[in-house]
């Protein structure tokens, strides 16, 4: 009896630790949530009490779900310019947010970066880099993307756009329906290639299939962002380490294989070809530029920078162009008034058609390429993220009349025939869809000079309709950084005078 009693004090006693152990445990988080809605130093932003409490609902939101974007704007529309949306993350609208967070203020300590945005160990490259080494590696990189750089690279960029449009009008001709998205992202990857490591990867190539380099994108970034929320929760982030080791292992293999690629690239000099790493490379002669890693590491960011976010505004351009023929008409009939012949258009006199470029600049604002916060952010100040929500900043009423209309007459000068006085009081200022301040996109020359190419060739070759059926293609996206933009099957039909 003795022993069977003593067994039972045990157990009794470790019934009663448990107990108290768990109480406590029921005792902390209510005391937390009671802090975190009371005492805690956003505890006066406004925003909904569920993600002031918890970092869970927007991180299955956003992490997960990939759905965020939309929830963002209804957030900002009900509670105003500036939203608690976690516990420690502040979403600000861009009327605000941009001059206050990304702008230069040369007497302010600059917003901490967000580590955790670029892997758990930054690379040393532009993009987590703090302001004295981001303005040296700037100043180095900035060489190759200038206007004059560019002109000195077109040759490269009209090869691959001359081998798209074979491809396009081979697909006319059999009358086959075109992937435009895939397309896209095969131009903007073999533009990269031949920019950046000397040679096209094949993409335009690949007629039947879908390049393993493109294959790879989305599913690479959506395992990213679920492991990011799973590795908050210390047990889950262990087991779900394991479940995406093959991802980091395609990832490592990539990069090492871009590695070898810049290293080809760099071993021929900068006399045989002006791209990307002749400027680099130059630009290292007097010992201030980048380090040999650095290089490596930057040419990598560019991969990704120069292509997915390019593609991704191609792909928008033609969704909201394709179900809307009054704009489609007025573009079609400036570029072809414009030019006599196809040979014509170049990456000079696209820069200045007005409906062309106000196109760009709609697509720009009712689809940006970065859905959730603008590609240098969000930043950290006291332990407390703040960042521009790109999509909900330009999608708010409060900042453009009727929002979620596809209007290039809003980016028009008022001398344009097609100028419309009822968007005249938009704030134009807040769509910045290449972010704001000494980190914007250094790329944004590239982007433009390509979309510009891209649709003016497009609309002087091709009349254009989309598949039936596919109305809620954006809609139906996911976000992890970057767009799964799925297919959007086009028609294409070549121009009856030609």
Sequence with gaps: MGIYSSQSEVSAHRMRVVEAVLVLLVLYRFGLIIYRLYFHPLSKVPGPKLLAVSRLPHGIQNNLRG????????????????????????????????????????????????????????????????????????????????????????????ENANKLFGTLKQFAEENKAVDAPLWYNNFTFDVIGDLAFGEPFGCLDCKDSVHPLIANIFPNFRADARFA???TIPILGRIMARVYRKDAQTREEMGRVMGLKTEERMSLGTELRTDFITYIMRGNKDGTGMSHEEILHNIRTLLLAGTETTATALSGFTYHISYDKH?????????????????????????????????IEETLRIFPQCRRFQTEGP?????????????????????????????????????????????????????????????????????????????????????????????DWISSQQVFGVVDKGPFMVKLSRRQEL
């Design 327 to 359: 704009t489609r008409t007025a573009l079609t009939e400036e570029i072809r008034r414009a030019y006599s012949s196809e040979s014509a258009i170049d990456i000079q006199s696209t820069s200045s058609l007005p409906y062309l470029n106000a196109c």
């Design 229 to 231: 929320f799973y590795s």
């Design 379 to 471: 930043r950290e100040i006291s332990s407390t993220m703040v960042g521009v929500n790109q999509w909900a900043t330009t999608h708010l009423a409060s900042n453009f009349t009727d929002p979620m209309k596809f209007a290039p007459e809003r980016w028009l000068p008022v001398t344009h025939p097609l100028y419309d006085v009822r968007y005249s009081s938009d704030n134009r200022a807040v769509s910045k869809p290449f972010s704001a301040g000494p980190r914007d996109c250094i790329g944004k020359n590239l982007a433009k000079v390509e979309m510009r190419l891209i649709i003016a060739r497009l609309f002087w070759n091709f009349d254009l309709e989309p598949v039936e059926g596919q109305e």
């Design 67 to 158: 759905k965020f974007v939309r929830s963002a704007t209804e957030l900002h529309n009900k509670y105003g310019p500036v939203v608690r949306i976690a516990p420690d993350f502040i979403s600000v609208e861009g009327s605000i947010g941009w001059s206050e967070i990304y702008a230069r203020h040369p007497s302010k300590e600059e917003f901490g970066k967000i580590w955790q945005n670029y892997g758990p160990t930054p690379t040393p490259s532009l993009l987590p880099a703090d302001r004295d080494v981001h303005r040296r590696q700037r100043r180095v990189l900035g060489h190759a993307f200038s206007t004059a750089a560019l002109t000195s690279q077109e040759c490269y960029i009209m």
